[in-house]
Nanobody, 115 residues
Framework: QVQLVESGGGLVQAGGSLRLSCAAS????????MGWYRQAPGKQRELVAT???????NYADSVKGRFTISRGTAKNTVYLQMNSLKPEDTADYYC?????????WGKGTLVTVSS
């Protein structure tokens, strides 16, 4: 089992920045990849960014050049640096981890970008 806890969401004006954090606990040595997804009201959950245990990253086209995913030195923490935020980035952001073929989710953190 892997437990994920997100933090760092909040209210920010358009053009501003936020940094989300996700801390994993449990059998973290089995984690293959971690990432961030988001879900806006009335929309499906979508991928934002992922990072593998080898450090390979992948981004949604909508956030490329604005968001950066990274992992902490202890490898059980993943960050999402969000710059140049837009109102359309408003959503609940969820941390995800894949371990031994299972997907685990955090409870989410709300990001609201005002225009």
């Amino acid at each position: 089992q892997v437990q994920l806890v997100e933090s760092g969401g909040g209210l920010v004006q358009a053009g501003g920045s936020l940094r989300l954090s996700c801390a994993a606990s449990g059998i973290i040595f089995t984690i293959n990849a971690m990432g961030w997804y988001r879900q806006a009201p009335g929309k499906q959950r979508e991928l934002v960014a992922t990072i593998t245990s080898g450090g390979n990253t992948n981004y949604a086209d909508s956030v490329k050049g604005r968001f950066t995913i990274s992992r902490g030195t202890a490898k059980n923490t993943v960050y999402l640096q969000m710059n140049s935020l837009k109102p359309e980035d408003t959503a609940d952001y969820y941390c995800n981890a894949v371990a031994l073929g299972m997907a685990y989710w955090g409870k989410g953190t709300l990001v609201t970008v005002s225009s």
